[in-house]
Each structure stands twice: as structure tokens, then as C-alpha cells.
């Protein structure tokens, strides 16, 4: 059994406490929350310790792990006590505020040589799951694009950060993941039009990967409805996932499988049939966080390091950047 925390117990935090509740290698030892009354609500209900702040906890109930739910401002704090004490940690995406912040935990991490993973949960979802292995066994051939979209409502309970760093890192993380190559080259466009403060809530990026793949990033905080969806396109047809439905499906391109007779082109395209392919649906923070204790246990490498976390923050960060300056510019 390995004795965890939860550190913030908002609606990600609650969600995590849930989970590992169920895990039947952990034990969760207490939680921590500067907000102590719905801190002890939610301890009562788990019958858990509850702290008023992290460092109570780790010294009184001495986790091997921790897991940092809290807003992002507070990560690096949080992380690096943690660390300190040679407690593993899984930290929400971000992983943190500042590049300078993330390098420092990823360096401490490996000094410490504990465990530090980045909670981007969209590795976890099975259809990209299922996606990745397809993509690997080369069922797309040569990939040419992908596009992301990520839009929603503008969650009240996010303060510190913009659309980039809360909804664009899942995208860019998940980009970079599918491609297996690093960002060459990227333009952007940002605005801020609701009023609730002056973070950017619309982001357009355009990337182009060091292997020549295209991305265009899709993000928002302005669409009255809840889209998570991502396609990549190749030579053999383009495969779509819906991350909210765990749905995977392909819409075959048969001209690359049999070329027209007498085309001057050495490729085109045709329509093809659309292809579901069936996806046994699973909680991906279960996944994450089974995987989170995996490593722990073993010591293998996470799933999600703090580098893909660092790589994701500072690509988000780059477009925050260019899409101001552009918006200057005009």
C-alpha cells in the first residue's frame, strides 16, 4: 500500500480523491485545502485527515505520494516541498507558472530521483490510446496535419491562467505526442474578449513540427458547448478522435490504396468509407493515476514526464507571446 495525499480539493482535486480511493495499492492518507471547511466536507465523507495546508500534511501523515490539484500559481510551492522531502509527484497541468519554475521541479525530481509526472489525461483516454497504435503501425502513412479543437464555456473557477495554459496544453502536449517530433516553427492569433479579466480567452496557432507536419490549434473559453476533438491527416485518409465520447473513427482515402488509372499525380485523394471502430470506454484519471502508482512501484519512467510538461508550458507560453505581439503590432 502506498500511503498518497491530495493537495486541493476543488473539482479536480474531489475527482482524484474519489479515484484513489478505489485504487487497490493506495492509501490516502489526507487531504489538504486552504479552503478548510469544504476541505473537512470532503474528509468527513471519506473519513480522511484534513489539513489547512500542505506542509501540515506532509509532516503528519508523511505520503510516499502526493497528488497536486490546487490553481497553478501554487504548484511550484507545492511541488518543491514535496520534493524536498522525497515524496513522488503527479502535479495537474501546467505543471507549473514559469518555464524557470517547471525546470527547477524536473531538476529536483531527478535529484531527488522521485517520480514527477504532469497530469495531461488525454494520454489516457483509450480512443487516443487506440489512435496512437494505429498511427505507429503506420495504418496513415505519411501524416501531412493534424487539428485541434478544444472550446467550452469560460470555467468561473479558473483565476490565474488563460485559455493557453488551461485548455491549449492538453492540445499542444497531445500534438506532440502523435507526432513524435518537436515544434519547428509556430504563428498565433490570441484574444481576450470576456470580461473577467485580462487573460487571453481565444487562441488560433498554426505549427509546423521538424518532421513537416502541420498543426492548427483551436482553442477557446467563448463556445456555449463542450467540444474536445482532434483529427490527423495522411496519405491513407484522416482518423478522428472525440475525446468526450471516446469515439475513434477513419474515413479511408482508397485513391492512396489504389491509384486511379491513368493519374498524372503521384497522389490524390478520394472519399472513402468512414470506419467506428470499437473502443472499450474506461475513466482516463484512473488510468493516469494507476499509472502514476505503476511507476512508483517499479520505478519505470511515467507515462508523462516533467519534460512533456515543461515542453507543453513553454509552447503555450510561445503563442500567449506571438499572439500578443501580433494583437501590438496591429
Known sequence: MIPVAVVGVGSMGQNHVRVLMDLPDVELVGIADCNLDATRNIARKYNLPAFADHASLFDA??????????????????AMDALARG????????????LAQAEAMIARAQQMKVCLSVG??????????????????????????????????????????GVANDLATHELDMMCYLTGSRVAQISAQVSQVLAHDTREDIVFGLLRFANGVLGVLDVNW???????????????????????????????NPAAL??????????TVQAGNQIRFQIARREPLRSELESFIHAIQTGAPPVVRGE???????????IVELGKAKTDED
Do not use: C
Request: no cysteine.
Open 61 to 78: 501523515r508523511k505520503p510516499a505520494a502526493v497528488v497536486i490539484a490546487a490553481p497553478t500559481h501554487a504548484h511550484f510551492e507545492i
Open 87 to 98: 515524496i513522488n509527484v503527479l502535479v495537474e497541468k501546467p505543471i507549473a507558472s514559469t
Open 120 to 161: 495531461h489525461i488525454e494520454r489516457f483516454n483509450p480512443a487516443v490510446i487506440e489512435l496512437k497504435r494505429r498511427i505507429d503501425r503506420g495504418e496513415l502513412g505519411k501524416v501531412f496535419m493534424l487539428h485541434a479543437r478544444r472550446q467550452s464555456p469560460f470555467p468561473g473557477r479558473i483565476r490565474d491562467v
Open 222 to 252: 467563448v463556445t456555449p458547448t463542450s467540444v474536445r476533438e482532434l483529427s490527423i491527416t495522411g496519405e491513407r485518409g484522416m482518423f478522428v478522435v472525440n475525446y468526450l465520447s471516446q469515439e475513434l473513427s477513419f474515413y479511408e
Open 258 to 267: 489504389a491509384p486511379l488509372e491513368g493519374a498524372v499525380w503521384d497522389f
Open 308 to 318: 512533456d510538461g515543461l515542453e507543453a508550458l513553454r509552447l503555450a507560453l510561445q
